[in-house]
C-alpha cells in the first residue's frame, strides 16, 4: 500500500530505528571478531576456538555440526583487518538500503537463509574436504544480488581499492560480480589454487536472486514487513487540494494490481532520490492512488 513504506515518514531521509537489524549485525559481527582476537592471544595453545566449533567445513558437517551452516558467517579470518572490513562495510551500505523495504525482521531471516544456502552451496562442492570456510561473504553477496534486481538501472558510485570512485549502473556490477565468481569457482577454488570461497558468493548470489523472484517481486507476504509502521506523510503530501476537474490527469492503468507496481515505483524513486526528484505526473499518481488504494 502507499503507507507501508518507511521512507514516506515526515521528512526525507528516512527514519530508521535506533536500534536497527543492520547495526544489531554489525555489532555482533565485529563482537565476535574481537573474541576471536582474544581467544587467540590469550588461549594459543587451544589452536582456533571459535573456528573448531563455529566454522563450516564439510568434516564439521560431517560429524552433525549443522549450526556451522549459519554460525560460519558471524566468524571472520583473524590474520588481517581486510576480510571483516570489506563485508562490514557491505552490509552497512547495502543494508541500510535494503531494510527500510524488507522490514528488520524479513531482513534477519533474508540474512540468515541467505548464509544458509552460500553454505549449502559450499558444502556442494567440499563435502570430502576439511578445509573451513568463514565468512559474511554470502549474506553480503546476497543483498547486492538483491539490490541489483531491485534496482538495476540506478547509477551508484562505488570506491574502487577504497580510493578511486567509479559510477556504474548496478545491473554491471551484478553481472560482473556473478562473472567473476564463477571464473574463481571453476580456475582457483575447484583445483585448490585458492582458498576464496567463490562457491559461497554464488550460493549466496542465488539466494538473492530466488528471494527478488520468488518472494519479494512476487508479492508473497514472506517477503514483506509483517506490520505496517506508523507513517505522517509530508506536509506537501498532505496539504494537497483534490482536483475537482473532470479531467485532470488519469492514470493508465487496466487493474489495481498494475497501479500498486506504478505505486511501488515511486515510492522507490522517493527513497532513492527523494520527493523533489518526482515529475507533476508521478505526484498526481501519488495523489490519486491515496484514494483509490485506500478503499
Known sequence: MLYDRPYMRQGYPPVRDKASMVTSLLVITIAVFVLQNVAA???P???DIFGEWFALSGQHF???K????VSYAFLHSTQSFIHILGNMLGLFFIGRIVEPILGP???LQFYLGSAFLAGLAYLAFHFNGFNPVVGASGSIFALLAFFCLLRPEQPITLLLFFVLPVTMKPKWIFWGSLAISTFGLLAYELPGRSFMAHSAHLGGMLAGILYFRFFYASGT???RPASK???ELPEWFKNRKPSRRDISYQVNRSSRAELQKEVDRILDKINATGFGSLSEEEKSTLDRAKDILSK
Open 221 to 223: 507476504s514472506f517477503a
Open 229 to 231: 509502521p506508523s507513517i
Open 66 to 69: 549443522v549450526w556451522t551452516l
Open 45 to 47: 595453545r587451544r589452536g
Open 41 to 43: 592471544v590469550f588461549f
Open 105 to 107: 525482521q524479513r531482513f
Open 62 to 64: 560431517r560429524e552433525l
